[in-house]
């Protein structure tokens, strides 16, 4: 049976300016997966664990997060404080059995770029592998 | 202030395999300042037992809140208001506010959400380090202000033991030798003298060696 993830995808401003620029329409023709849902977000560095947890609660099969480059942050430090908040989630998720990978932390240059299609597909293919999320989702 | 750090996950929802509805209740004291019991962590929890039973095709429901603190019985009362809406408590307190639900509320399944660890202080962002025991009988006025108790590996009393290199301690190269810090501090301070006193045997009963201790303050008292 064939399965079409749920990807959540959080994304600064600049790492997305590309979804601005072409409009939803533009990026599918980029190739751009119809699984993954855009967040956008002034700086990844903004982000809570808690928001990122709540997207596997409403039945997220996978998450990631796009930032700029580590050490060329738009906001200095906003995507290397990002990255550490994934990685806590990747340990969190490993204690309780499920995949870390479920989870990613993107680095990517700024503006319009090629990347940002790329990151979207890899997470795409990763959890089509991966298959459906082990938390139900839904109950609270 | 007290240390703690989150408690494995497994661990927690082992405690809570049977509990269908969970109060998960964090303090607005220590645990908030070294992020492992504030009201960010209580959401940051619940929302990960949310998603552990869910993944256990478990059904659950989640209350949470953060009280002043959980060291004081007027705090712990105001826990009243959640009566019947939960099955058990995950504090995110100190073990001191595990064990004042336990002692206030003899009914009530209490677990431990985090490991309480030590005194200590903020090293740098996100690093706590010991610097204090609570030994009961406090030395630092001899010690040019650091602790030979929680900081020395052997909590020697005259130190040091003679197996410090180039100032590291021998029993952890990543330690200073507190002893060597404080021969250096009492130099630089002019108090070397105090090195030559042999520090006599020490009674130990303030540590907790004699029984679990309790501080009276008779102008306090009502
Ligand atoms: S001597 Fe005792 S009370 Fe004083 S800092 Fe050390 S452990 Fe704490
Ligand atoms: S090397 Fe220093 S800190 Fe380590 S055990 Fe000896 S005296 Fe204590």
């Known amino acids: 049976m064939s399965f079409t993830p749920n990807i959540q995808a959080f994304c600064c401003h600049y790492t997305s300016q590309q979804t601005l620029a072409e409009g939803p329409q533009g990026l599918l023709a980029d190739g751009f997966p119809k699984s993954v849902t855009i967040h956008r977000l002034v700086c990844t560095g903004k982000l809570e664990v808690s928001t990122l947890l709540k997207a596997f609660e409403d039945g997220a099969d996978g998450v990631y997060v796009a930032g700029c480059p580590a050490d060329k942050c738009h906001n200095l430090m906003g995507s290397q404080r990002a990255a550490k908040r994934v990685g806590a989630i990747k340990k969190a998720l490993a204690e309780l059995g499920v995949e870390p990978e479920r989870i990613e932390m993107y680095h990517l240059e700024r503006g319009f770029h090629p990347d940002f299609v790329k990151a979207a597909q890899e997470m795409d293919e990763r959890i089509t592998t991966l298959g459906p999320s082990p938390f139900q989702g839904g109950t609270k | ?222």
């Open chain 2, 1 to 222: 202030m007290i240390i703690a750090e989150r408690k494995p996950l497994n661990e927690i929802m082992n405690m809570v395999q049977d509990a269908k509805r969970i109060l998960v209740l964090g303090c607005r004291g220590c645990v908030t300042v070294c992020s492992a019991g504030g009201e960010r962590e209580v959401e940051i929890l619940a929302s990960l037992i949310r998603l552990g039973k869910q993944k256990a095709g478990q059904e659950v429901s989640t209350i949470e809140a953060t009280l002043v603190r959980q060291c004081d019985k007027e705090y712990i009362d105001s826990i009243d208001q959640w009566d019947g809406q939960y099955d058990a408590i995950v504090s995110m307190a100190c073990g001191v506010g595990v064990n004042f639900i336990a002692n206030l509320r003899p009914m009530v399944k209490v677990y431990p959400g985090v490991n309480t660890s030590s005194f200590g202080g903020s090293a740098e962002q996100g690093v706590w380090s010991e610097q204090c025991a609570g030994c009961g009988n406090c030395i630092l006025h001899l010690t040019g202000g650091l602790c030979p108790v929680a900081r020395c590996a052997k909590s020697l009393m005259n130190g040091p033991c003679g197996g410090s290199v180039d100032g590291r301690c021998e029993i952890h190269k990543e330690v200073p030798c507190i002893w060597q810090a404080i021969h250096d501090k009492l130099v630089r301070i002019d108090k070397a003298d105090q090195l030559a006193a042999i520090a006599p045997i020490r009674d130990w009963s303030t540590a907790g060696h004699g029984g679990p201790r309790k501080t009276m303050r008779n102008d306090l008292t009502v």
